[in-house]
Structure formats: structure tokens, C-alpha cells
């Protein structure tokens, strides 16, 4: 493997679809994927916002990526490298990829002034907190649980249990 990672520019957000849509579906999130919407919202948030989308390549081959953006904590403003996804497509998984974007993502954050860096685990349907794979991978590398969320829907795709 040849793995590279880069920004993805606002012209090659349509690269994107093949894990935008992998993510959407994996997680079965409600509602109804729209890559229209997608390449909309972070084109808003690449121009308007500290945001980035870094992407893993193996060579040509696009295998993954993980959006960004920094914003200021909602207590003290505080910068903050939030993770907005992050998503490997399944054949690029059991490697350092995953990680090397993590490692980017905290050198970009970290190059923007953030303080603070914020993962999120959206849980697999079936998958509790108590029983998160990666809760060791985070923990070593000095992150720690903050959150549970829940979603419910409200009309559209309902959420599985």
C-alpha cells in the first residue's frame, strides 16, 4: 500500500459519495441520503468555516476520509477540532489508515490554534456503549468517553434499534 493523505478540495467533494453514502447506510441513519445535500452543506462549511475533509488514498484509489471543523467551545470559546465524520470504506480497515487520519486531523486542528479535539463513535445498530471495540484504541490515545447521544426520527426513514 502507497497511503497518502491530503485536504480534498471543493471541486472534488463529489469523490466523496462512494463513503458519504457507505457511512449513511452502514449507520442506517434516518431520513434519505442526498449527495447533493452533502457536496452543498460542505461546500458552505470549506468556505465559511475552519472546516477540511482529509482523505486517505492508496495511490489513485480514494479509500476513506474524515470532515472537519474547529469551532470555539460553547462555554469558554475555546478552539475546538471537532471530527464531523470518519469513515474507511471496509477493505481499508485493518491497517494504520484510519489512525493516520487521526493523526492529521489533530496536526490540522492543532495548526489552527484548537485546545481540545473531539471524536465521536456513532454506534452500529445493535452496538452499546459498554461494547465499542475502539473504546481501547481512544483510550490510548488519550481520549475519553463524553457523550452518549440518541436520535429519534420523526417521520422519514425510522432509526433501528
Known sequence: MNLTIRPLTIAELPLCESFARGFFEEKKLPGTFSMETFIQNWTAFLTQYQATILTLWDGPDLLGGLGAMI????????????????????????????????????????????????????????ESPATVKLAPIYKRRKYRALEVSYIKSNGGRPCPS
Open 71 to 126: 469551532t470555539p467551545d460553547l462555554f469558554d470559546g475555546r478552539l475546538t477540532a471537532t471530527e464531523m465524520f470518519w469513515y474507511l470504506k471496509p477493505q481499508a480497515r485493518h491497517g494504520l489508515g484510519a489512525f493516520k487520519l487521526v493523526d492529521e486531523f489533530e496536526a490540522w486542528g492543532d495548526s489552527k490554534g484548537a485546545v481540545e479535539f473531539r471524536l465521536a463513535h456513532m454506534l452500529m445498530p445493535g
